[in-house]
């Protein structure tokens, strides 16, 4: 079983930019209740990327080993905030 779990990032602080050690993310913007939604984000072979709807600046920093800088940046989903995927009914 895949242990693999995608990093997500959020700007509560509002600093300019944010560098994290991953090239594929979620942005949830701020920290819930104020948050957006939880948006995947791969930058592929660029270097930066930035969030369509909060417009925090993510720049690539392979030193960080999927952490961020800043530390707090990091968002952990809790039990409470992640969402449920639908199960179809057949």
């Known amino acids: 079983m895949a242990t693999h779990t995608t990093p997500h990032f959020h700007n509560q602080p509002g600093v300019p930019q944010v560098r994290i050690g991953a090239k594929e993310f979620m942005c949830v913007g701020a920290l819930p209740p104020l948050d957006h939604p939880h948006i995947f984000i791969d930058m592929g072979d660029d270097k930066?990327?930035?969030?369509?709807?909060?417009?925090?600046?993510?720049?690539?920093?392979?030193?960080?080993?999927?952490?961020?800088e800043p530390a707090e940046c990091v968002f952990e989903p809790s039990a409470e905030t992640a969402v449920e995927p639908e199960h179809l009914q057949v």
């Open 48 to 68: 930066d990327a930035i969030c369509p709807y909060c417009s925090t600046h993510y720049v690539y920093d392979a030193s960080l080993h999927g952490g961020c």
